[in-house]
């Protein structure tokens, strides 16, 4: 597709695998591969303890919506580049 000229590339990564314990690992590949490239405890999180690392990453000429969801665990949003804009509800909204 990309040698076709399709632009619209995204790039995803959430299954983690459970250790001998049955604990969800930290993190998958590709971040994985990258891992030492930047702290996994950055100053800003505080005392703050991570559940996992994700990564998206994505390319449009066009805008591009993720669709309204519901994240279960805190984040941390890091954008490289372009804009991002977050429409955040209430819990009382909920239908």
Same mark, same amino acid.
């Given at each position: ?21 049955? $604990? ?14 930047? +702290?996994?405890? +950055? ?10 690392? !994700?990564?998206?990453?994505? !390319? ?14 805190? !984040?941390?949003?890091?954008?490289? $580049?372009?804009?991002? $804009?977050?429409?955040?509800?209430? +819990?009382?909204?909920?239908?």
């Amino acid at each position: 597709r990309l040698s076709a000229g399709d632009s619209s590339l995204y790039l995803t990564t959430q299954k983690l695998g459970t250790d001998l314990e049955g $604990r969800s690992e930290l993190m998958a590949a590709p971040i994985e591969q990258v891992v030492s490239d930047f +702290p996994l405890r +950055p100053a800003l999180m505080g005392k703050l303890v991570p559940s996992a690392y !994700n990564l998206w990453m994505g !390319n449009s000429r066009h805008k591009s919506s993720s669709g309204l969801h519901h994240d279960f665990h805190d !984040n941390l949003y890091v954008l490289l $580049r372009g804009t991002k $804009r977050f429409r955040l509800f209430s +819990p009382d909204e909920a239908a």
